[in-house]
């Protein structure tokens, strides 16, 4: 499997492209969040399965993870991870809940983190199928019962030459001028990369030759 090489200046450019993606899903978030919502990439980084693995579990034990798969022409996932206080937050604003336990989780309390990671992978899906031309969708998501490990193998073990490229998202909502920040993970196996990067360079032969041409 070739390596993927990564110039700065790509790297950037699928940066705007999913900050794009992002900031539509934020609008769409912002409507049950019933206040701002910002979503933007911080951070992007090739790393090995087993740190992918690792980093995930970090959260397990403090956080509720909802997991949608991403398919079609890609192959990812978006993993959104909830602790105990954006689950009271968020209950009380979209729910309109009051005196909510932490640390129990209602059907409907599950329902709505499913929602809100349904809506923001749904958008999120729709504008990078609308960038890169791509057809694209995301599976409905689901708050994994076993391990994270277990749940994402999936995607890891049908494709053991995977390395996965994983974006870190920084989601804010602000409520009350109270700022909350909800960890959001994206990762893409290498054959999406190597299939994004074409599209990205295809893009710029045809901007340059549609420069020259003029």
Same mark, same amino acid.
């Given at each position: ?7 700065? $200046?790509?790297?950037?450019? +699928?940066k705007?492209?999913?900050? %794009? @993606? ?9 409507? +049950?969040? =019933? ?10 980084q090739? %790393? ?5 693995? &690792?980093l995930? *579990? ?8 909802? &997991?949608?798969?991403? =398919?079609?022409?890609?192959? @990812?996932? *978006? #993993?959104? $991870?909830?602790?105990?206080?954006? !689950?009271?937050? $968020? ?10 336990? &932490? ?8 329902? $709505? ?5 349904? +809506?923001i992978? @749904?958008? #999120? ?7 890169? =031309?791509?057809? !694209?969708? @995301? ?30 998202v920084?989601? &804010? ?20 990369? #190597?299939?994004? #990067? ?9 901007? =340059? ?6």
């Amino acid at each position: 499997m070739m390596e993927p090489h990564v110039t700065e $200046l790509e790297r950037d450019i +699928i940066k705007e492209i999913l900050n %794009i @993606g992002l900031a539509r899903a934020a609008d769409s978030f912002a409507v +049950i969040a =019933k206040d701002r919502v910002l979503l933007k990439v911080p951070d992007i980084q090739l %790393i090995e399965v087993k740190d992918l693995i &690792q980093l995930v *579990t970090k959260y397990e034990d403090t956080h509720v993870i909802i &997991q949608s798969d991403i =398919k079609g022409d890609f192959n @990812g996932a *978006t #993993l959104m $991870l909830f602790s105990d206080d954006h !689950i009271k937050m $968020l209950s009380e604003v979209c729910l309109n809940m009051v005196e909510v336990q &932490q640390g129990v989780m209602s059907v409907m309390q599950e329902s $709505l983190l499913l929602e809100i990671s349904n +809506i923001i992978t @749904g958008a #999120l899906v729709t504008q990078l199928a609308n960038i890169l =031309k791509s057809s !694209i969708y @995301g599976s409905p998501p689901k708050a994994p019962k076993n391990h994270i490990a277990e749940s994402l193998k999936d995607i890891l073990v049908q494709h053991p030459l995977f390395q996965p490229l994983v974006f870190t998202v920084l989601t &804010q909502f602000t409520h009350n001028s109270k700022k909350v920040e909800l960890p959001l993970l994206l990762f893409f196996d290498t054959n999406t990369l #190597l299939k994004i #990067l074409d599209i990205i360079r295809t893009f710029s032969i045809d901007k =340059k030759n549609m420069m020259e041409s003029d």
